[in-house]
C-alpha cells in the first residue's frame, strides 16, 4: 500500500475516533443513577460512564467508546452503524443489597467491572 493512502486511512481513522469521543452529552442528575457497569439475566453487559459514554455486549454485538442517550422511556448505545436500543421498564432501584434495573423485561444488576486480563 502506498505511504500516502496509509497515510490517508490513518488520519481518517483518528477523525472518526475523535469524533466518537466528542459528541458524548455528560449523564443529567436524573440520568445518573444509570451510570455503572450492568449484567443481565442472559449474560448482556451494559456498561454508562457518567461523561455520557457507553459500551455493550448484547447477543454477539458489542460497541466501546459509544455514545448513551436516553429518550422518554429509551435508552440507546450507539458508535456510528452499531447501535443498541433498549425500553426502559423500570429504572435503576435498589433491591436488597444490589442495584437493579430493567430494560426490556430483562433484570439488570450493577457489579463492578471485569478487569483486562482477570
Request: one cysteine or more; hydrophobic letters at 45%.
Amino acid at each position: 500500500m502506498p505511504l500516502n493512502l496509509f497515510r490517508c486511512l490513518l488520519t481518517l481513522a483518528a477523525a472518526l475516533l475523535l469524533a466518537a469521543c466528542v459528541d458524548k452529552t455528560p449523564l443529567s442528575a436524573a440520568q445518573m443513577p444509570y451510570a455503572g457497569y450492568w449484567v443481565g439475566q442472559d449474560g448482556s453487559v451494559i456498561h454508562i460512564w457518567a461523561n455520557g459514554g457507553g459500551d455493550f455486549k448484547v447477543q454477539g454485538k458489542s460497541v466501546s467508546g459509544g455514545r448513551a442517550e436516553f429518550a422518554r422511556d429509551r435508552l440507546k448505545i450507539a458508535l456510528w452503524f452499531i447501535e443498541q436500543e433498549w425500553r426502559i421498564t423500570k429504572a435503576p432501584h435498589r433491591t436488597g443489597s444490589v442495584d437493579e434495573m430493567v430494560l426490556d423485561n430483562q433484570v439488570f444488576r450493577q457489579r463492578e467491572p471485569k478487569r483486562e486480563g482477570a
